[in-house]
């Protein structure tokens, strides 16, 4: 059996290393067509793509996902991570905060986010495992929260994740009743996400209802974290490596909920291109996020490439809005794309 910290070095390794995609199943943006706008009279030079998140300004709707921490190999890359995001002024999330809440040995791979990303919006993570067997579940959270003075929190359902791995604890009794709790004692915003197997409207709608202020729908197509574990014990059930639902399915059904809900609606799982980071923001997507594609741009070309990449998605997504006809993002929010079978 590993402990927290093995474990997480092991998922590093395997994410950089191994093909742990889904093979079968796409995110879905395939499916769609921008419309062009032959008669565009955007300016390309005035494109905004500024929007608030959290209380926060950011350049730019996208989010350097939760990925590590509580490792010594995580330290640099946190440390990377969170200069590219203050380059940016783009938001960013840690990993599981879990190993800090009973080891400090490596306090310092979460903490070195927050000095290294000056203001912009860091979000803490923990699982909901965790949360739902929490005796003390919100002097858990502030803890969390003040390791990094972190902006909003986020609690990720794994349960696909949590029933595959050989450490696993598939046992989310209590969630929701603890989850509502945090939300009525936590200052912060709180937020639910997938790791891949995505969020549907009905669970949604319910953690919206308790006060929650976020969905990540973390949805398949891109890292299949039951691949992830299937690799780590040497076994393969083909079924469930491919078990999810697509992030662009996830997208749709849950934009139709902001008519009663002022919430943050987060696109991630296998946003890995521009193109798709924009499809996810016309779907209904507030803010798009990636883990994967970043951290393995981070370790293979560096810091400098990593912003270089980034900054090529941002300026190519702002000419998909200059042929779209969108000033900006609500402009573009506002837009249908076109489904592909429809084109012939």
Known sequence: MF??????????????????????????FENYEFPHYAATEVNAKDI??????????????????????????????????????????????????RQALTDDSFLSSYKIIRENAGNVPVLGNIGAAQVAKSKDIVSEIKKMIDMINADAMVIHLNPLQE???????????????????????????????????????????????????????????????????????????????????????????????????????????????????????VLGADIAASARIVLVELINNGLENLILMLKFWFENVKKIMYLTGSNNLEEFHKLKLIIKDKLF
């Open 3 to 28: 402990n927290i910290s093995e474990r997480k070095a092991e998922h590093i390794r395997l994410c950089l290393k191994e093909d742990i995609s889904y093979s079968e199943k796409n995110n879905g």
């Open 163 to 281: 029933i595959v791995q050989m450490e696993g604890e598939p046992d989310f009794r209590g969630l929701k009743k603890n989850v509502e709790k945090i939300c009525n004692k936590i200052s912060v915003p709180i937020l639910i996400k997938e790791v891949g197997s995505g969020i549907t409207h009905k669970v949604a709608k319910q953690y919206l209802e308790i006060g929650v202020r976020g969905i990540d729908v973390a949805g398949s197509g891109g890292t299949s974290w039951s691949k992830v574990e299937m690799k780590r014990k040497n076994e393969y059930n083909e079924y469930f490596a491919e078990w999810g639902l697509p992030t662009s399915y996830c997208l749709r059904k849950n934009a139709k909920l902001k008519k009663k809900y002022d919430f943050i609606l987060i696109a991630s799982g296998g946003i890995n291109s521009y193109h798709e980071l924009a499809k996810s923001l």
């Open 48 to 97: 905004n793509t500024e929007l608030i998140f959290f209380s926060k300004k950011i350049a730019f709707p996208f989010l350097i996902s939760c990925m590590t921490g509580g490792t010594r190999e995580s330290e640099k890359i946190n440390e990377h991570l969170a200069i590219a995001a203050k380059e940016l002024n783009i938001p960013i999330g840690v990993g599981s905060q």
